[in-house]
Nanobody, 131 residues
Framework: QVQLVESGGGLVQAGGSLTLSCVAS????????MGWFRQAPGKEREFVAG???????????YYADSVKGRFTISRDNAKNTVYLTMNSLKPEDTANYYC?????????????????????WGQGTQVTVSS
């Protein structure tokens, strides 16, 4: 059972930046796909970003349209950590942000935006963007 712990949330003004971290309790390496999701009050949880090994020695990253060009997902396998760097934050980015992980996702047909495609979830970290 992998435990995920998010941190880095907080209150920031619109246009500001935050970097969230998600630390796994055990070695995840490139065998795990990692994702970030968020849930705003009264709304369903939605996909934000994902990262996985491409199978060809590289890394694939995925983003929701609403955050493309503003958010960046990255990982440090030596630290069992995945990051979400958020720039140009908007009030509509306010939400509880969750980290998710799944080991050995299929090389084909796996959808990073599908919540059911992840096995482990963190407890979340709150991000509030003031206008």
């Amino acid at each position: 059972q992998v435990q995920l712990v998010e941190s880095g949330g907080g209150l920031v003004q619109a246009g500001g930046s935050l970097t969230l971290s998600c630390v796994a309790s055990e070695r995840t390496s490139n065998n795990y796909a990692m994702g970030w999701f968020r849930q705003a009050p009264g709304k369903e949880r939605e996909f934000v970003a994902g990262i996985r090994w491409s199978g060809w020695g590289g890394t694939n990253t995925y983003y929701a349209d609403s955050v493309k060009g503003r958010f960046t997902i990255s990982r440090d396998n030596a630290k069992n950590t995945v990051y979400l760097t958020m720039n140009s934050l908007k009030p509509e980015d306010t939400a509880n942000y969750y980290c998710a992980a799944v080991p050995y996702p299929p090389l084909t047909g796996w959808r990073p935006e599908g919540q059911a495609n992840y096995r482990y979830w963190g407890q979340g970290t709150q991000v509030t963007v003031s206008s």
